[in-house]
């Protein structure tokens, strides 16, 4: 029942109780009043009926005396004395207007009765002295019948007298009774009325509400230090208490969930901070290598749950290779086609286990046992590769944020892409597209590494000087086509020439250049004769015939031998102005311009 009922019914009670108390009050005061009434009107009675025997005595004492002396003034008094009596019908209707009942009246009517009787035995004496007959009226007013008479209408009054006394006492009995009897009840009306506002107290503050209110307070104490550990105490009242333990225990679950919602918001930060330096480092990489190395550390710390593989697309070969791993997967292979992955052959995440269902991978082992999840890598040449994810066996119910996965694998695609994009600018910065060598700005930064730690070592640096021979014939005679197809056909021999394409240079026009480093003077010069021979031995064909013999003149240099560091392609240049001085299609090397 509720607070609000509660008080309602005690309120109820309480006016009920104080209505009824108030009842009693007036009932007792109305038997107060009766009482005073029956006091009045016994003392209006006892006035009305006190002078009846005084009066009776009075007229028959002044009777006597005038009977005796003959004065005129007893009779006048007599006479005044009678006319005050009155009649006996008079004298009654005052009684009974004064609240004399009909068996006083009664009385009193006898009593009456008997002073008239005695008033006819005076007028007849005292007429009998007015005619001088004083012995008759002396026997009249002294007889015994006349005391007698004399002494019943005395008697009469009296019996009147006593039942008077008697019916007013019973009168007051009964109105002092009746008045103390509501007084009482009354009383314990309040008594009632002040135990049920005490109960009522007692039961709503300090049971229903203090009791309560002292442990939702200290629940509500707990709640606003966010410590949402505490439950609420369960009331099983229905009224504003309950409401409270009911509106505590919402508050405290909004609090859970607010709790819950800021871990995630603060998880949902630290990743992104994650991802955020990720993609900065990313963004500084110069090389894949360093890309895989800043993949392969963050990723744990952005998705811990999942082991995974970096993979990069190799044209060359049309497979995807591992680039780095984490937290050891072992459910992908290490090296599969492109056509094994069905992320990669529709472009689009591919999940084929956990909360969705779809074919798997062949590239996956386990087949659909592992939760994984395929990214592939698209940027705006085609395909750099994937981003293959799994669910570790340390938590094997940990679902994947796809969201945060996606914006992982689009951000390393497009470090890739900007990879790829500034490789692709830097190899047509520094690479010939007509032969697709090292173009010389390419050789300008080879040359300097290479002579620093060639003189930081001791060991020798070759250089050979290549130039084609009559160049200038074959644009002359068969168009520049015909000299470019000479030119890549030279720089085919050279690359093949060489174990490392990345030391074979276009050094301008029809001029080659190759370093040698860590070769000594004589192999340099064997590698040069055999070069030549190799250009020597070529055939190319343009538009259907044969452009004829390709001959080159090489000058060859080794520092420290023949020159410093410094002067090692002047030198070479040199001994190849003299190659082509002494008849072209040789090999010069600066020893022998010392010698001669």
Request: with cysteine; hydrophobic share 40%; aromatic share 6%.
């Amino acid at each position: 029942m509720r607070l609000a009922t509660i008080t309602n019914w005690a309120y109820g009670a309480t006016v009920a109780l104080t209505l009824a108390s108030g009842t009693t009050m007036l009932l007792a005061s109305s038997a107060q009043q009766q009482e005073r009434t029956s006091v009045s009107q016994r003392y209006a009675l006892d006035r009305a009926t006190a002078t009846i025997d005084e009066d009776v005595l009075a007229l028959s004492e002044l009777s006597r005396q005038y009977v005796i002396n003959g004065d005129a003034s007893d009779l006048l008094a007599y006479e005044k004395v009678r006319a005050e009596l009155g009649t006996v019908e008079a004298r009654t209707r005052r009684i009974k207007d004064a609240g004399a009942g009909e068996d006083e009246l009664k009385s009193l009517r006898e009593a009456l009765g008997w002073a008239d009787t005695l008033q006819t035995r005076q007028e007849r004496a005292i007429a009998a002295r007015r005619q001088g007959d004083t012995n008759t009226a002396l026997r009249v007013l002294f007889a015994p019948e006349y005391e007698r008479e004399l002494d019943r209408s005395r008697s009469a009054v009296e019996r009147f007298q006593y039942r008077l006394d008697q019916r007013m006492a019973d009168d007051l009995r009964t109105a002092e009774k009746t008045s103390r009897a509501w007084r009482s009840t009354s009383e314990v009306m309040l008594a009632v009325t002040g135990l049920l506002f005490l109960c009522v107290l007692y039961f709503v503050f300090r049971r229903r509400v203090l009791h309560p209110v002292v442990k939702l307070s200290d629940v509500i104490g707990r709640l606003a230090a966010q410590d949402y550990e505490t439950e609420p105490p369960h009331f099983d009242q229905i009224d504003e208490i309950g409401d409270m333990a009911q509106a505590l225990r919402v508050f405290r679950e909004n609090g859970i969930e607010r709790q819950r919602l800021e871990h995630e918001r603060d998880a949902d930060r630290a990743v992104r901070d994650i991802l955020s330096r990720m993609t900065q480092r990313m963004q500084g990489c110069d090389t894949v290598s360093e890309l895989t190395d800043i993949v392969k550390r963050f990723t744990p710390e952005v998705a811990p749950q999942l082991a995974g593989r970096l993979y990069l697309f190799d044209p060359s070969r049309n497979v995807l290779v591992e680039g780095c791993s984490w937290l050891e997967p072992v459910h992908s292979a290490a090296e599969f086609s492109p056509l094994a992955c069905w992320g990669l052959r529709r472009g689009v995440p591919h999940r084929p286990s956990g909360a969705s269902f779809d074919i798997p991978c062949s590239h996956i082992d386990g087949g659909d046992g592992p939760d994984s999840l395929c990214l592939p890598l698209i940027g705006q040449q085609g395909t750099l590769g994937m981003l293959y994810l799994e669910s570790r066996k340390v938590d094997p119910t940990t679902s994947l944020n796809e969201t945060y996965l996606q914006l992982l694998a689009e951000n390393v695609g497009l470090a890739l892409d900007n990879l790829r994009l500034r490789e692709a600018l830097r190899l047509l910065a520094m690479t010939d597209p007509l032969t697709t060598l090292p173009n010389r700005r390419q050789l300008d930064e080879a040359l300097a590494t290479t002579l620093i730690d060639a003189e930081r070592t001791g060991s020798p640096v070759c250089c050979a000087m290549i130039d084609v021979d009559h160049f200038k014939r074959f644009n002359d005679d068969n168009g520049h086509d015909a000299g470019d197809a000479v030119l890549r056909a030279v720089g085919l021999a050279l690359q093949a020439a060489v174990r490392d394409n990345n030391l074979v240079f276009r050094y301008g026009g029809e001029e080659f250049l190759l370093l040698l480093p860590g070769v000594d003077q004589a192999a340099a010069a064997l590698r040069a004769e055999e070069i030549r021979s190799r250009i020597a031995a070529l055939r190319v064909q343009h538009d259907g015939r044969e452009l004829g013999p390709i001959t080159v003149s090489i000058g060859l240099a080794c520092a420290p031998a023949d020159t410093d560091w410094q002067s090692l392609l002047q030198t070479a240049d040199a001994a190849l102005l003299r190659a082509k001085k002494a008849g072209r299609n040789q090999v010069i090397t600066a020893t022998e311009r010392r010698s001669a």
